[in-house]
C-alpha cells in the first residue's frame, strides 16, 4: 500500500489553507503595528516601446521618410554601440514618420528621440504630432545647445536631457490624446527653435544625428527600450504594502506562485532615504539618473547609478550605527549598461563584507567577506543581499559599488556604464527580511502576530492527544535559537506543545514541554531557506512523533502533556517569532499513527 492511501479517516477540526484562500480564518487575532511590504497578484507597466524599429530608420515597415534620406549605423549612439544614424534633408519639409501605433484615448502619451547636431547644419529638431493625435501637438528642440524652443498643444509639455557622446533625449509629454493614428510620431529637421509646427525647412542638404525613438502611453518617460519587428510592453510584479494590523500573503514574483501568509519578526531598517540615492546618500566618481526607470513597487522611482571616466572604483555609499551583530545589506538591482554590481559593508575603515552579483544570469559571483543572497523578483531585478558581522560603531558604511565583471569594481567608465537600483536597507539580523521603506529616518516594521484563544482555540483542540501538520518554508537555514511554526501554550513558555523549529540546528521538530521540562524534542534534519516542507508532529501521554516531508518517523515513548489555553502562529507566548510564509496548518484530534504523519507529508 502506498503511503498516500494512510490519509486519517478523521477530517481535521482546524484546516487553515492560506496559499488558496489567502484570508485569515475568523477565529484567528492578528495584529502588526505598522505597514508591511509583500508580493500580491498585482502587476505594473515596466518598459515600453510602442514604435518598431526604433533604432532601424532604413526599415520601411517602421519609418516613412518625407524628402529624406537616412542611413542607419553611421555614430556611436548614446549606449555606446555604432548604431546611430544620419537624417539627411532634401528640401522643403522634411521629416520622418512612425509606422501607425495603438494606443488609448484619453490617456497621456510620451514621445522621446535621442538627437545630435553636425556642425555646419541645422541645430534644430522638431517633435510634430499627428492631428488626430493631437491638435495643434509639436515642440522644437536645440540639440547643439540643450534647449527647449516654441511648443504647442492643449496638455503638451517639452523637456531635453543631455545624453553622452553629445546626444540629447528630446522628449514631448502629452496628457490626454484623442487617438491612434496613421503615424504615431514624426521628427522634423527646422530652420530654428521658433519654428511653427510643420515647418519646412528653407536650407536643404543639411544633416543630425539620431537614434532610440520611443513612444510610451504614460505621462513621463522612461529609460530607452530598443525594439525591432516587435512592440514591446514589459510588465513588472509590484512590491505591495499591508495597512497595519492586514496581515500578508505572499507570492513569488516570478511562478506566481501563492506562497502564503507572511509571518515576520521585528526589523529596523537603518537606511535613511531608502528610494532615492540623492539625498543621504553620497556618489564617489559616479552620477546619478533620478526616478528614470520603473521600481519594483510599480512606481518610476528607480535611480541609474551612472560610472564616470576615471579608473578607478564608481560607488553610492551611505554611514549608520552599526551594533556588534550581524547586519544585513539589501537592494533592489537591475542591469542597466553594466550586468555586474556589488555590495560593501564596512565597520569604521574595516571591510567586513564584500560580495559581487552577476545581475544578468542572477547568480552570486565572488564573495570575500561575509554571506551572499540573490533573488529574482521579475522583469530583470534582483534582490541582492550580503549579511556580515559589525562590532559596536557610529560610522558603519554600506556602498553600492559598479563593476563591469565578477571581482573587478575599479575600471574606466562611460555614460551608460550604470545599474538600475531601487529599495535599499540594513537591518540587524543574519538574513533579509521583506523591504521597509524609508525617508527621513529608520523605520521599523513590527513583527506579524496571529493566535487563536477562548472558544475559538477550545473548539476544535483536544487536550489528550491530537497531531499539528504545517506546510511552510522557513526564511533561513538557521535561525540560531527557538523559533515557532505552530504552537499551542497557556500563554507562558513553561506548557507548550506543537510544531517549530528546534534548539538543535533550527531543525523543524516536535516540541513538548510541561512545568518548563522538556517532554519531547523529536528534531527532523537541517533545513534549507527558501525551501518548501510538509511537518506533521503527533502528542499522547508517552505516545510521540514526528515526520517530515515522509521520513523516517521519529519517536519518544516517556513524556506528559500539558494543558495549554491557546494557539499561536509563528510565536510563543509572545516571543521567539519566525520569519516564515505557512502555506497550510491543519490540526487532527487525535494521535494519527506512524504510518499516516509520513502520509500526511508526503
Not at 328 to 353: D, E, I
Not at 442 to 452: F, L, P
Not at 487 to 499: P, Q
Request: glycine share 8%; charged share 10%; hydrophobic share 40%.
Amino acid at each position: 500500500m502506498s503511503i498516500q492511501n494512510n490519509f486519517p479517516a478523521l477530517k481535521p477540526t482546524l484546516l487553515l489553507d492560506f496559499a488558496n484562500s489567502k484570508e485569515l480564518d475568523p477565529r484567528i487575532t492578528f495584529t502588526r503595528a505598522s505597514t508591511a511590504t509583500y508580493y500580491g497578484t498585482q502587476t505594473a507597466k515596466a518598459e515600453e516601446n510602442l514604435l518598431i524599429y526604433s533604432q532601424q530608420f532604413t526599415n520601411t515597415s517602421g519609418w516613412t521618410s518625407v524628402n529624406a534620406s537616412i542611413n542607419d549605423n553611421e555614430e556611436v549612439a548614446p549606449d555606446g554601440t555604432s548604431t546611430a544614424g544620419s537624417f539627411f534633408a532634401g528640401a522643403a519639409i522634411t521629416g520622418l514618420n512612425s509606422a501607425a501605433a495603438s494606443f488609448v484615448a484619453s490617456q497621456p502619451l510620451t514621445i522621446s528621440i535621442y538627437a545630435k547636431a553636425v556642425s555646419g547644419s541645422t541645430n534644430f529638431l522638431q517633435i510634430y504630432i499627428p492631428t488626430s493625435v493631437l491638435s495643434g501637438g509639436y515642440a522644437n528642440f536645440n540639440v547643439a545647445a540643450g534647449l527647449v524652443g516654441d511648443y504647442g498643444g492643449t496638455g503638451l509639455t517639452a523637456s531635453i536631457v543631455a545624453a553622452s557622446n553629445g546626444f540629447y533625449r528630446c522628449i514631448v509629454s502629452i496628457s490626454s490624446v484623442s487617438a491612434s493614428a496613421t503615424s504615431a510620431a514624426t521628427f522634423y529637421m527646422v530652420d530654428a527653435s521658433t519654428s511653427a509646427r510643420g515647418s519646412s525647412l528653407n536650407y536643404p542638404d543639411q544633416r543630425m544625428v539620431i537614434w532610440g525613438a520611443q513612444l510610451e502611453q504614460r505621462s513621463a518617460v522612461t529609460a530607452y527600450t530598443a525594439t525591432t519587428i516587435q512592440r514591446i510592453t514589459n510588465y513588472i510584479p509590484v512590491l505591495e504594502t499591508a495597512a497595519s494590523g492586514v496581515a500578508r500573503f505572499d507570492h513569488n514574483p516570478v511562478t506566481d506562485e501563492s506562497l502564503g501568509l507572511l509571518i515576520e519578526e521585528q526589523r529596523t531598517n537603518l537606511i535613511l532615504q531608502s528610494e532615492d540615492l540623492d539625498t543621504t546618500w553620497t556618489e564617489t566618481r559616479a552620477t546619478l539618473s533620478l526616478n528614470s526607470v520603473v521600481a519594483p513597487n510599480g512606481a518610476l522611482t528607480a535611480d541609474r547609478l551612472i560610472a564616470s571616466a576615471d579608473n578607478n572604483t564608481h560607488f553610492s555609499s551611505q554611514t549608520f550605527t552599526g551594533t556588534a551583530a550581524s547586519h544585513t545589506f539589501t537592494v533592489y538591482a537591475k542591469a542597466s549598461g553594466l550586468n555586474h554590481v556589488a555590495l560593501r559593508l564596512f565597520n569604521g575603515t574595516s571591510q567586513v563584507g564584500l560580495a559581487y552579483y552577476n545581475l544578468s544570469t542572477g547568480a552570486t559571483g565572488t564573495v570575500t567577506a561575509g554571506t551572499a543572497a540573490i533573488t529574482s523578483v521579475g522583469n530583470g531585478y534582483y534582490r541582492c543581499s550580503l549579511t556580515a558581522t559589525l562590532a559596536a560603531s557610529a560610522s558603519c558604511t554600506a556602498d553600492i559599488q559598479l563593476a563591469n565583471a565578477d571581482n573587478t569594481n575599479s575600471f574606466i567608465g562611460n555614460a551608460f556604464d550604470g545599474v538600475t537600483l531601487w529599495g535599499t536597507q540594513v537591518e540587524l539580523g543574519a538574513f533579509a527580511t521583506s523591504y521597509i521603506p524609508t525617508v527621513a529616518s529608520q523605520v521599523t516594521r513590527a513583527a506579524d502576530a496571529a493566535s487563536m484563544t477562548g472558544t475559538n482555540f477550545s473548539s476544535w483542540y483536544n487536550q489528550t492527544e491530537g497531531t499539528f501538520f504545517a506546510q511552510f518554508t522557513p526564511a533561513v537555514s538557521n535561525f540560531g535559537i527557538n523559533r515557532n511554526i505552530f504552537m499551542a501554550s497557556d500563554g507562558t513558555t513553561a506548557n507548550s506543545v506543537g510544531v517549530r523549529y528546534g534548539s538543535s540546528g533550527s531543525q523543524p521538530s516536535l516540541s513538548v514541554i510541561t512545568a518548563s521540562t522538556n517532554q519531547a524534542i523529536l528534531v527532523t534534519g537541517a533545513m534549507i531557506a527558501g525551501t518548501s516542507y510538509k511537518l506533521a508532529g503527533a502528542y499522547k501521554a508517552n505516545d510521540f512523533a514526528v515526520s517530515r516531508d515522509a521520513g523516517t518517523v521519529g519517536t519518544d515513548i516517556s513524556g506528559t502533556v500539558p494543558v495549554v489555553t491557546q494557539a499561536e502562529i509563528g510565536m510563543l507566548a509572545g516571543t521567539s517569532f519566525s520569519t516564515q510564509t505557512i502555506k497550510k496548518l491543519a490540526y487532527y484530534p487525535l494521535r494519527v499513527t506512524n504510518a499516516q504523519l509520513q502520509a500526511l507529508t508526503s
